[in-house]
């Protein structure tokens, strides 16, 4: 039966290797942009990338799980997903969201999958952990935006940490009123360190379960993954940048801050803050002018941007149908959040 399983999952593989591979085929002589030498740079290099980190997550995931280490990790989030009544598998994946979002949805793969969470609360703990990966990125970005916004990127970033505060609250408020008590389930503690012959296990568990779930992930991630890469190399993600950049921009966003939207919606990460720092420099818009500016921006690229980022990746890591609900459901949840403390910031201030 495993073995019949296993040759599915491979002929599935195969399908979708020479269906990638048509693709980029296909690419490279419709579109003057997609060289082989682009392929390699921007395309290949970046998949292995992210290939490695999955697997890293997957198996860092896998031995959580299979060393017995869930109650104790979970112990850190206990307080909060106790209040919540999600379990301490959700409390163990929220945790270890603060290392790895890949490893953190890998655990909570597992979990639904072997029967120990429902689909409810693997969704709830998927959006909870959008704070977690707040914190995971902010030492990468902090650094480089206040230098060049002083005290309005800090506000944005008071404002954005703000805004994944009421996200959190809200799961856990949902949960609280919408999830059954379950206290048998945090009774349920693992070993803090395991043994030699519990190492064995842990070593036989991620070789058994590992390589099939890269399997199915490389199903999904590669084909995807390149369909994102030639759709961004045909113009239509910058397309829709700069179209949605001039909607919102006419409608909410001073004239004088349009070219700082703008240059927000930019492939390049910083671009929109040396904009926002040059122009406040020279007077042309005011801190909260750019505040906010900083924070259209943020609503509407960061979905764009998900498409082409995160996409593959919980496709990947959740299959398609249901990876796709939760980008859609995390990127809308994000979204009402930052309209919410952004509206407050101008009614207020």
């Given at each position: 039966?495993r073995r019949?399983k296993?040759n599915?999952s491979?002929?599935?593989?195969g399908?979708?290797l020479?269906?990638?591979v048509?693709m980029?085929l296909a690419?490279t002589?419709?579109f003057?942009?997609?060289q082989?030498?682009?392929?390699?740079?921007?395309m290949?290099i970046?998949?292995?990338?992210?290939m490695?980190f999955?697997?890293?997550?997957l198996?860092v995931?896998?031995?959580?799980e299979a060393?017995?280490?869930?109650?104790?990790?979970g112990?850190?989030?206990?307080?909060l997903?106790?209040?919540a009544?999600?379990?301490?598998q959700c409390?163990?994946a929220?945790?270890?969201?603060?290392?790895?979002?890949?490893?953190?949805n890998?655990m909570?793969?597992?979990?639904?999958?072997d029967g120990?969470i429902?689909r409810?609360?693997l969704i709830?703990?998927?959006?909870?952990s959008?704070?977690?990966?707040?914190?995971?990125?902010?030492p990468t970005?902090?650094?480089?935006v206040?230098?060049l916004?002083g005290?309005?990127?800090?506000l944005?970033?008071?404002l954005?940490?703000?805004?994944a505060l009421?996200?959190?609250?809200?799961v856990l408020?949902?949960?609280?009123?919408?999830?059954?008590?379950?206290?048998?389930?945090w009774?349920?503690?693992?070993?803090?360190?395991?043994?030699g012959?519990?190492?064995?296990?842990?070593?036989?568990?991620?070789?058994e379960?590992l390589?099939?779930?890269?399997?199915?992930?490389a199903?999904y991630?590669?084909?995807?993954?390149?369909?994102v890469?030639?759709?961004n190399?045909?113009?239509?993600f910058?397309?829709?940048r700069q179209w949605l950049?001039?909607?919102?921009?006419?409608?909410?966003v001073?004239?004088?801050?349009?070219?700082?939207?703008?240059?927000?919606?930019?492939a390049?990460?910083?671009?929109?803050?040396?904009?926002?720092g040059?122009?406040l420099?020279e007077?042309?818009?005011?801190?909260?002018?750019a505040?906010l500016?900083?924070l259209?921006?943020?609503?509407?690229a960061f979905p764009?941007?998900a498409l082409?980022h995160?996409?593959p990746?919980l496709?990947?890591?959740?299959?398609?149908?249901?990876?796709?609900?939760?980008?859609?459901?995390g990127?809308?949840f994000r979204?009402v959040?930052l309209?919410l403390?952004?509206?407050?910031y101008y009614?207020l201030?």
């Amino acid at each position: 039966m495993r073995r019949r399983k296993d040759n599915s999952s491979n002929r599935r593989l195969g399908i979708a290797l020479v269906l990638s591979v048509a693709m980029l085929l296909a690419g490279t002589l419709v579109f003057d942009t997609v060289q082989w030498n682009t392929v390699l740079r921007r395309m290949l290099i970046p998949l292995v990338r992210l290939m490695a980190f999955i697997t890293l997550g997957l198996a860092v995931g896998q031995m959580i799980e299979a060393a017995g280490w869930t109650g104790k990790i979970g112990k850190l989030g206990a307080p909060l997903f106790r209040f919540a009544r999600l379990g301490p598998q959700c409390s163990a994946a929220f945790s270890t969201a603060f290392i790895s979002g890949t490893a953190a949805n890998a655990m909570l793969y597992e979990f639904w999958q072997d029967g120990k969470i429902s689909r409810h609360q693997l969704i709830l703990t998927n959006l909870a952990s959008q704070l977690p990966a707040f914190f995971l990125h902010l030492p990468t970005t902090v650094f480089i935006v206040l230098p060049l916004t002083g005290w309005a990127g800090g506000l944005y970033f008071i404002l954005t940490f703000l805004a994944a505060l009421i996200r959190l609250a809200a799961v856990l408020l949902w949960g609280r009123f919408r999830q059954a008590a379950d206290d048998k389930a945090w009774a349920q503690q693992g070993p803090a360190r395991p043994s030699g012959d519990k190492r064995r296990g842990v070593l036989k568990a991620i070789d058994e379960k590992l390589p099939g779930r890269l399997t199915t992930v490389a199903t999904y991630v590669v084909p995807i993954y390149i369909a994102v890469f030639l759709l961004n190399s045909a113009g239509v993600f910058d397309w829709t940048r700069q179209w949605l950049a001039h909607w919102v921009s006419d409608r909410f966003v001073p004239v004088e801050a349009l070219s700082l939207v703008v240059l927000g919606f930019a492939a390049e990460f910083t671009s929109g803050f040396a904009a926002a720092g040059a122009m406040l420099q020279e007077g042309v818009i005011t801190a909260k002018q750019a505040v906010l500016a900083l924070l259209v921006g943020n609503v509407v690229a960061f979905p764009i941007r998900a498409l082409r980022h995160q996409l593959p990746r919980l496709m990947g890591i959740f299959a398609p149908r249901l990876g796709l609900q939760i980008l859609l459901l995390g990127q809308g949840f994000r979204i009402v959040s930052l309209i919410l403390v952004g509206g407050a910031y101008y009614l207020l201030f």
